[in-house]
């Protein structure tokens, strides 16, 4: 198993953990070598045989600090990104998970990209790291919702100035059936957090949606497609009086 230690430190205050398709051309540790902290260090996972949640999960076990960091090969963190996560964490001792975002993706609490995301190794272990079984779509966010679940969401925070520039295409593409899995695990938090184009509801609708679809899955979903089909109609007909 790969794991490469670019840069490192004796007694860090925050691990980057960063996985990597070995083929890829991007590299990521340059960009973390002029930082404004200076305890730290950089954990690559590099091995094509597992997926992105396996290899962090292995950088997880392999990080030497109590805060770890997360991103992306194909990422460029400014030179503040690790000492801000660190401010953070140190001033905040029941803090246990934050979210930064990218340039690329509107800046959306408690959608928690992966490729900027921050957390206690110890909290992070306690709740089984990354499923590797949404793989691919949703692991990140049903992380994240996991931590706000232990551990309350008054103890997950958002720094909505931490951006990192994503400089590649973005490599995800939806899953359908990842999807409706992620839905079913977190029914009241998908309705009322996640904006889905297709489904306009407020808030409070979202709530109630999101509380029979986990009483009564199969019933959410002909909701929804009920829901998604009105919409439609509505945009239909609002164009054909145009």
């Known amino acids: 198993m790969p794991i490469h230690h670019p840069i490192t430190h004796p007694d860090p205050n925050v691990s980057v953990v960063i996985p990597t398709i070995p083929e890829n051309e991007y590299e990521v540790p340059p960009a973390l070598v002029n930082q404004t902290a200076d305890k730290y260090e950089v954990i690559v996972v590099s091995d094509a045989s597992i997926n992105r949640c396996e290899a962090r999960n292995r950088g997880i076990k392999t990080a030497e600090a109590d805060v770890i960091a997360q991103t992306d090969d194909d990422c460029r963190p400014p030179v503040t990104w690790i000492e801000r996560i660190a401010n953070h964490f140190d001033s905040d001792p029941?803090?246990?998970?934050?979210?930064?975002?990218?340039?690329?993706?509107?800046?959306?609490?408690?959608?928690?990209?992966?490729?900027?995301?921050?957390?206690?190794?110890?909290?992070?272990?306690?709740?089984?790291?990354?499923?590797?079984?949404?793989?691919?779509?949703?692991?990140d966010t049903d992380f994240g919702w996991r931590m706000e679940d232990e551990y309350g969401v008054e103890h997950c925070q958002a720094d909505t100035m931490n951006v990192i520039e994503h400089i590649g295409p973005l490599r995800t593409t939806v899953n359908r059936s990842l999807e409706r899995k992620f839905r079913m695990r977190h029914p009241q938090k998908y309705f009322s957090i996640i904006f889905d184009p297709d489904i306009r509801y407020s808030y409070e609708v979202g709530l109630i949606i999101g509380k029979i679809y986990s009483v009564n899955p199969r019933l959410g979903e002909k909701i929804i497609k009920k829901r998604t089909l009105i919409n439609k109609l509505r945009d239909e007909n609002i164009t054909t009086n145009v």
């Open 94 to 139: 029941e803090l246990v998970l934050l979210e930064g975002f990218l340039d690329k993706l509107d800046r959306e609490p408690r959608g928690y990209v992966g490729a900027n995301l921050a957390y206690r190794k110890e909290s992070a272990l306690k709740i089984g790291g990354f499923d590797s079984a949404l793989s691919g779509w949703r692991a």
